[in-house]
């Protein structure tokens, strides 16, 4: 391991400690496809969802939390709106908040709206895959469907995840073959995981929950850095040839019994510019 892996797999196992310390809220409005696997997973990570989403308590519940955690999954009238006021909230009280951008490069009014929510409300961390943080910047890009295009090449989401995070003062996390963190000087690539993560829906999501847990009790590099990494060994740790289903029980057991040394030995990262 390289002097880059120790120093994060120290401060992820400190911040680990932390969140289970706190057992800070972390308030979800997120999609009700992958609503059970986030509210598991911030649990797995020590820390407790409450996914309050009808407009009037979303405020309210927001003010409450340690952090907030917006999924554009799913998008309803109802949803928009509450995402709104909790940005709104969470942007006036300095609670922090991540913006998981799905859909963003298939659907206009996704990204549009995921635009809305950058430039009025400032997230420390928008997440999305290599595709959404592509239509992010490109507004001439797009995919199809939620799943990122598999032509595009590191280099460019580099460079596209790097000027996003500039220009809205962010960390981006682009999740992908090698998952892409950074605040637009220093660039970190992690490279855990396994190809069975894309078998099964919401693990997208259960990313960017553990984005929310870490970022209760760090900084938005930090906390981005040590979700990828995290959630790519625990998936690593997962693998079967059992099947899909077994797969998605083995991840939520290893997010929740995960050691230390287990982090230590497999992180795969490395910093790419700063």
Known sequence: MDETGK?????????????????????????PISINQVANTILAAGARPMCAEYPIEAAAVTASAGALLLNLGNLTGVRAEAMLLSAKEAHSRGIRFVLDVCGAACLENRRE?????IRDYKPQIIKGNYSEIKALVNKDYSSSGVDAD??????EIISASGTLAAKYGAVVLASGKEDVVTNGKDTLLIGNGTPQ???????????????????????G?????????????CGELSETDKGSGSFQVNLLDNLSTVKDENIEKLINIRLVNS
């Open 197 to 219: 993560l894309s078998a099964i829906t919401g693990t997208g999501c259960m990313q960017g929950a553990l984005c929310a847990a870490f970022l209760t009790v760090s900084d």
């Open 150 to 155: 598999g032509s595009l090449e590191i280099k």
């Open 113 to 117: 709206y995921a635009l809305e929510l």
């Open 7 to 31: 120093s994060l797999s120290d401060t992820i196992n400190g911040l680990r400690r932390d969140i289970r310390g706190k057992n800070p809220l972390v308030h979800c409005i997120t999609n």
């Open 221 to 233: 590099l930090e906390a981005a850095a040590a979700a990828a990494v995290m959630l790519g060994i």
